[in-house]
Structure formats: C-alpha cells, structure tokens
C-alpha cells in the first residue's frame, strides 16, 4: 500500500511537471488596443469616451438629430423653434401634417468641454472644467431660437400660425450651457456661469423617455424642467454646486446633495431676478438585486417670465368693395410691431421628486412634481428686455389703471395657479443594441380664475383664409380647471454605438381650461429619425 501511494504521488508529479511545460514562461502582452479612427465605421462603433476628439485638455463633441414625421393635428414647421414642430397638442395644433422633425430623440448640439488636472500646480485631485454648449437646428444650422419663432408668429391669426412657443434656448450662443468650475471627488464640483438647473439635470435622468422633443411633454416643453415657465429651466449667472457623499454607509451606498444660486437679473440674461435650488438624492446599488436612485429637488424663482405674443383673426368682410371675402387683421397694438412682445410674470414654487430602479435588462423610472405660480415680487412696468433680445414695452398706468396694452402682466395670480403633474415609465434592453420604452404623464391644474364669469363651455369660430370655418366648444377661460396627458412609446436601435436609428410615437390630450382656444384637443404624432454622435 505504501509504495502504491508513492507511485501514485510520482504520477502526479510528472503529469503536473509536464502540463508547467506547457504553460507560457511570462505573461501574454494583451492586445493592442483598437484604432478608433482607422474608418468611418470603426469610428461610429466607439464611444466619445473610447475615441474623444480632444486636444490637451479640451474636447470637440455635438449631437446631430434628423428626423420625419406624421401629425393628427399638427402645426407648419418653423426653422427657429427648437422643436422645428409641435408633437404635443398645442393652440396652432391643427389638421393633418407630414413634417421634416428635427431633434425628436435629442436637441442637436456642440460644444467644447474643458477638463484640466492642477496636479502639477501641487493641487492634487483638482481639475479645471468647463463646457460651451449650443443646440441648433440641424436642417439649417439656424440657432435654437424658440422667441424669434415667436416674433415670425407675432399678430397672425391662429389658422395661420407655425409651430412657436417660449424657451430658455432663444438664440444665445451659449442657449445649453456656457460655464467653467473646479472639481475634486471629496469636495464636489462647483461651476459659475449658464448652466442647467438642478431640476432640468433630474427631467433628462429620471424621464423614461430622457426628455426627448418628439416622445417627452417633458422634454418639448421646458416648463417642467422650469417649475412652471420655460425660461427657468437655465440660470445664466449662477452658481450650480454638487457633492457625492460616501456616507452614511447604512442601506446606501452612495448620498449626494446639490445646490444653484443665481444672481443678477433680466440685463444678465436671465429668465428670473432670482433662482434658489436644492437637491438630495441617494443610490442604493444593491438592492432587491438591483439599483435604485432617488432624488427630491425644491425650487424657488422670483419674477419669472413668459413672453406671449398677440393673436389676430380671421373673417368674412360684411361690406366695401371686398364684401364676402376673408381678411385676416393683424393682432398686433397700433403704434407697435411685430418684435414687441408681452410678458407674464410670477414668483414660482415647486418640489420634484424622482425615482429609478434598474434590475436586469428593465429600467423603470418615474416622478411626481409639485408646482405654484403667484403673482411677482415686482411688476416692471417700466418695460425690459427678453433673454432672446425683444422688446417688453412700457405700460401706461393713469390712475392706477392701464391703458392701452397691459405689456407686463403681474396680476395674474390674484389666485395661486397650482398645477402638479407625475410620471412613469420602462425600458427594456432587448438587447445590447436595442431598446424598447413606454411612458405615461400627467397634469392638472386647480381653477385659478378669479374673474367674476363663471367657468363653462363656449363656442369659438375659426375661420380660415378660404372663407372655410369651424367651430368647437372650449372652456372659457383659460384659468379653469383642467388637465392634459400623453402616452409614448419608443424603440431605439443602435447598429453601432455613435447611431441611433429609432421609431415612436406620442399620443397627446388636453382638457377644460388647458384647453382654452385651442383648435384641436389631441394630437398623435409617430416620428422616426436618425441620431449621430460625434
């Protein structure tokens, strides 16, 4: 038995000798990494972050979106409005429309970013950043310019109205982002300049549809991002300040806390004379088998701004050498033109909380908002100039009253407009390449309307350029109590990892006061197109 268990340990031995043999006497040098810029398309199967085009510390980025699609009721498409078209129901929503949609996944975009360690300076852990960012049209390189879109609108009637509305993008040069900052992973990162607010960064993170233009009322419309008016949804004299935290350890694996001041006001090209954000928020990465982030934001804007524009109309001449044809008036005051525009002002309030949880190849996501609107710390009579370079003129007040044209409007919220809204949604990873999402929003708003007529339906006609007309029945005014809602759904495929070719569709409804001059109260728009980037 014994020399069986040395003959035994000797086999083992040698068979151990020989398979050492075998083996490699140092270790394989790994493979040579890949050439990203060897082609085109080994190029387009990298990431900016795998094959950036950087220089030193700066890196050359943009986003370019082209798109087409089908509207139920749509609005004509117009070069200066970021969306180019309406995907969501507004007032110029209205017929059948087959419209070239620019930017339905993304805002097409560039931008330079800066990052620059201080390490040699002996300021280890720090860095420099900074980023400009600007977002156009990509049919024909016209800047973002969504109050020009407003100004080519101004005094037309409704029927013959494009696709217009308010933005904080309204043709600046830096309409994303234009700031520099200092980072360092223990003590944050902190920036000065024009940079997203706290709420519009957790919209794009949170929205299952990643504030998207064409799948998104979130993302067409920054009012969301803006706690009630698109144009404080960017600060651009602010100070923007974030912490990832490590602890405490119990549950999370991760805090973080973030903070926004802005200072300076209209003459600084600001939206607001004063915006106050702050943020927590936690990841726990583990748990139930998956990952769950969580965010809750408070906001406080001081005399924010809307500008609106005037409406004409459209109707059949009862008498003079043109009797029975239609002529549409221009809506505009007399003594004034077509680049003065009204501004509403309001002091707004608002909470945001968000959620997501990742398990597996799912992605569920969702939030609830809450926002008010009240009248405004101040009502700049005197007049004032939009971030977008138009004129808000003087009002006359004799008496304590106006006269003529209210051109700033700081009275209405004599009753406080409440109007929360919530979503949800998934994606699911069918595969590395593709994606499939679905989402639901929703918002209402309480009856604010503090005029001593009663909310009830009422008719409107709309007649049209022809002489052809129609007529629907609306809510009165527009402060009665309403709600609009939307239903998406997205398939996103990525043949390579700089190209999203996708497909989708919104279903957008309004009601009660939302809907108040509106000419149609849904629209269903699909939209396919092709994102590169760059």
Not at 2 to 10: D, I, S, T
Not at 118 to 123: F, K, N
Not at 341 to 354: E, H, I, P, R, Y
Not at 461 to 477: A, K, Q
């Amino acid at each position: 038995m014994k020399k069986l268990g040395v003959a035994l340990a000797m086999t083992i031995a040698a068979v151990g000798a020989a398979r050492a043999a075998e083996l490699p006497t140092k270790k394989e040098a790994p493979p040579p990494p890949v050439n990203c810029f060897a082609s085109v398309w080994t190029w387009l199967d990298s990431t900016a972050a795998d094959c950036p085009l950087s220089y030193g510390p700066f890196t050359v980025y943009a986003t370019v979106d082209l798109g087409y699609g089908y509207n139920t009721n749509g609005a004509n498409y117009t070069a200066a409005w970021n969306n180019g078209v309406n995907s969501f129901i507004t007032k110029q929503s209205y017929g059948v429309k087959w419209l070239q949609t620019p930017n339905g996944l993304s805002q097409s975009v560039a931008g330079i970013k800066m990052s620059q360690s201080l390490a040699p300076l002996g300021l280890a852990g720090w860095s420099v950043i900074g980023t400009i960012e600007t977002g156009f049209n990509p049919y024909y390189g016209y800047l973002a310019d969504a109050q020009r879109s407003q100004v080519q609108n101004n005094g037309k009637a409704l029927v013959l109205q494009s696709a217009n509305a308010d933005s904080s993008r309204s043709g600046q040069w830096d309409n994303s982002q234009g700031f520099i900052g200092v980072s360092n992973k223990t003590f944050g990162t902190l920036t000065v300049g024009r940079v997203n607010t706290l709420s519009l960064d957790a919209i794009n993170a949170y929205d299952p549809m990643n504030g998207s233009y064409a799948f998104s009322p979130l993302g067409f419309s920054g009012s969301y991002g803006g706690f009630g008016d698109t144009e404080a949804a960017r600060a651009n004299t602010a100070v923007k300040y974030r912490l990832d935290l490590p602890y405490p350890a119990f549950y999370a694996s991760g805090f973080r806390v973030g903070g926004l001041v802005q200072w300076g006001g209209y003459d600084q090209g600001n939206g607001t004379t004063g915006l106050y954000q702050g943020q927590v928020g936690a990841d726990f990465t583990n748990l139930y088998g998956g990952a769950l982030s969580l965010d809750a934001i408070g906001s406080y804007g001081k005399d924010v701004v809307n500008v609106g524009t005037f409406t004409g109309s459209c109707a059949v001449l009862k008498a003079g050498p043109y009797k029975g044809s239609v002529g549409c008036s221009d809506g505009v005051p007399t003594g004034y033109n077509n680049t003065d525009v009204t501004a509403t002002l309001s002091n707004n309030t608002g909470v945001l909380l968000v959620g997501k949880y990742k398990w597996g190849p799912v992605t569920a996501s969702g939030g609830y908002g809450w926002v008010k609107l009240a009248n405004p710390s101040d009502d700049y009579l005197n007049g004032f100039e939009t971030i977008g370079g138009w004129n808000v003129p003087a009002t006359n007040i004799v008496n304590g009253k106006v006269v003529g044209t209210a051109w700033t409007n700081y009275t209405s919220y004599n009753v406080n407009r409440i109007a929360p809204y919530w979503f949800f949604g998934a994606k699911y990873a069918v595969t590395p390449q593709i994606d499939v999402s679905g989402a639901f929003y929703y918002q209402q708003q309480t009856d604010y309307n503090s005029s001593t007529t009663p909310c009830a339906n009422a008719n409107t006609t709309f007649i049209e350029p022809n002489g052809s007309s129609f007529t629907v029945s609306r809510s009165n005014n527009a402060k009665c109590a309403g709600s609009q809602d939307a239903i998406s759904f997205l398939i996103d495929y990525r043949p390579v990892k700089r190209v999203d070719l996708y497909a989708g569709v919104m279903i957008s409804n309004i009601y009660g006061g939302l809907a108040n001059g509106y000419q149609a109260t849904q629209n269903i728009a699909p939209t396919a197109g092709l994102r590169v980037r760059f």
